[in-house]
C-alpha cells in the first residue's frame, strides 16, 4: 500500500490542497468541543476519563484525515473510531451487562465476526452498502437496549437514543455524493456533527449510569438500579 496515495471520496473535496475540505476540517471541532464538554464530569471516572481522551484523538485523526486525504491519514481517521467502539462495548459487557473479565473481552473480541458477517449482508442492500461498517454499530446498540429495557431502562433509552442519532448521522454521510450535484459541499460536515453529539451523549449515558450506582460498589454493572 502506498500510504500517500491521495484519496478523494467526498464531495467537498475538489482538488488535492490541504484546504481543499474546509467544512469538513473545521467541522472537527465539534468532537473536541464534546470531548472538552464532558472532561469536568469526567475527571475520577476513568473509562470515561478514557473516552474523552479518545474523542480528541478522533477529533486530530479526521482532521489529517480531511487535509492530507492520504491513506496514513485514513488510517489516524478511522483507527481512534474503531477504538472508541471497543472500549464502549467493553464498558457495556462488564458494567452494564455484568459479564466477568474474561466474558467481557470475549463478547468485545465478537464484534469482530459479527461485523465480517453484517458488513456483505449489509453490502446487497444499495443505500446501506455505502456505509456498509457503520451501520453494524446502530444495529448492535439497538440489540443491547432491548436487552436492558426491564433491568436498566434508563441505559436502555440511553443506547436506543444514541443508536437513532448515529443512523441519522450514517444516513447523512451516505447522501453526500450523491445530493453534490445540488448541494456542492456535501453532507459530510453534518456527519461530523451529529457524530460528535452522538459520542458525546454516549459518555453521557455511562455517566448516567456510574451516578445512578450506590456507592463503589463492584465493577460489574449487574446489581446496578436502571
Given amino acids: 500500500m502506498n500510504w500517500s496515495e491521495q484519496i478523494d471520496i467526498y464531495c467537498e473535496r475538489l482538488g488535492p490542497g490541504f484546504w481543499a475540505e474546509p467544512l469538513n476540517a473545521v467541522t472537527n471541532a465539534a468532537f473536541l468541543a464534546a470531548a472538552l464538554l464532558l472532561w469536568p464530569r469526567s475527571r475520577g471516572h476513568r473509562p470515561a476519563e478514557l473516552l474523552c481522551a479518545i474523542l480528541f484523538v478522533i477529533s486530530i485523526g479526521s482532521f489529517l484525515f480531511h487535509t492530507f486525504a492520504t491513506q496514513w491519514a485514513s488510517l489516524a481517521d478511522t483507527a481512534p473510531i474503531g477504538i472508541f467502539i471497543l472500549v464502549y462495548l467493553f464498558l457495556v459487557h462488564r458494567q452494564f451487562l455484568g459479564l466477568p473479565l474474561w466474558g467481557a473481552l470475549l463478547a468485545t473480541a465478537g464484534f469482530a465476526p459479527y461485523a465480517a458477517i453484517m458488513v456483505p449482508v449489509l453490502d446487497r442492500l444499495p443505500f446501506f452498502a455505502i456505509s456498509d461498517f457503520y451501520w453494524t454499530v446502530p ?84 446489581q446496578a438500579p436502571g
Avoid: K, Q
Fill in 139 to 222: 444495529l448492535l446498540l439497538f440489540v443491547y437496549a432491548l436487552a436492558l429495557r426491564r433491568r436498566m431502562p434508563h441505559v436502555a433509552r440511553g443506547l436506543a437514543i444514541g443508536g437513532a442519532i448515529l443512523s441519522l448521522s450514517i444516513t447523512i454521510r451516505s447522501l453526500d455524493m450523491a445530493l453534490c450535484p445540488a448541494w456542492p459541499v456535501g453532507t459530510h460536515f453534518l456527519w461530523h456533527a451529529l457524530n460528535a453529539l452522538m459520542l458525546g451523549w454516549m459518555i453521557h449515558v455511562w455517566l448516567g449510569w456510574r451516578a445512578r450506582r450506590p456507592g463503589p460498589g463492584r465493577l460489574a454493572g449487574a
